[in-house]
């Protein structure tokens, strides 16, 4: 493997300040151990001039830059990066400089000792709110109770995988993507690396709350069922509770004879189960919407162009 292609593949969107800096340290860390690279971009439907830096880096460095027709979202960038990487193994570097490159070299020595993916996960989250990471903690118990497969709390995209993954990967026929969840449900030998995220170079995170609401949704309802064996048990529940409100009731109004007051109860038990009722609609619509976008099959994203540097055309 000594004369292997390495690709990175990184997803932008509007890092135009950003990407010079990393493409050098990506360029500077691999040449200092002879590794042979290719950087693939892929603009995720930037309106700064993203598309423009990664043009001119062409002249320095070996960048493919693949620019998608508009913002389809990091999953899918990474997916088209995926698809127009060439190495015998693929790196996933985010575009804002907080995953440390000088991990490289280590993450290719795993891989040369045959480890298939290599997985960096993030040892302590800093400068995050306690409901976030309770909320992340919850998550990830959910998401795993009952699985098959473990996905490691704290792992993200920043990871190393070998051709055997990635052809994996594309081959899925799935619409939606959850990669977290597909890396750990693709299996082949893995090797954990903890790390702590460098200093954002420029710019403000791409994810809002409602981003990351709506990918944890896709990440339960591609890889759980857990939400809707949850109502089946919740009916039940109140099912069993009915039943024995109803038994109290015989026995205080025949043997005890109290009169039972009738509309107090009538009340607030159609008001729980009417609120329970609507719950519950709302995991099956999420789970009917993922059937319905999955029947379309549309393509994850468009491309609208590829280019690569002048000396590979």
Known sequence: MNNSLLSCVIPARNEARALPAVIEQVARTLNGIGQRFEIVIVDDGSSDDTVA??????????????????????????????????????????????HPVAMLPDMLQ???????????????RVNTTLSYKLSVQLFYKLINRGARFELPAHAGDFRLIDRK???????????????????AWAGFRTVLLPYQPDPRIA???????SSLRR????????????????MSWIGFGFASFAVAMAAWFV?????????VPGWTTVVV??????????????ILGAYVSRIFQESKQRPLYVVREVARPVDEL
């Open 53 to 98: 830096v990664i043009k001119a880096l062409q002249s320095r460095q070996p960048v493919v830059l693949v620019e998608l027709s508009r913002n389809f979202g990091k999953e899918a960038a990474l997916m088209a990066g995926l698809a127009h990487a060439r190495g015998d193994a693929i790196v996933m570097l985010d575009a804002d400089g907080q």
């Open 165 to 183: 993954v990635v052809d994996t990967l594309l081959a899925l026929p799935e619409r939606t993507r959850f990669m977290k969840g597909l890396y």
């Open 269 to 282: 038990l159609v008001s729980l189960l009417s609120g329970i009722q609507l719950v519950c609609l709302g």
């Open 215 to 230: 990918l944890a949704l896709d990440g339960l309802t591609s890889f759980s069922d857990l939400p809707l064996r949850a």
């Open 251 to 259: 026995i205080e109004y025949y043997v005890i004879g109290v009169d």
């Open 203 to 209: 710019g403000h995170s791409q994810f809002t709350s």
């Open 110 to 124: 795993h891989w040369r000792q045959g480890a298939e993916q290599v997985v960096a996960v993030q040892s302590e």
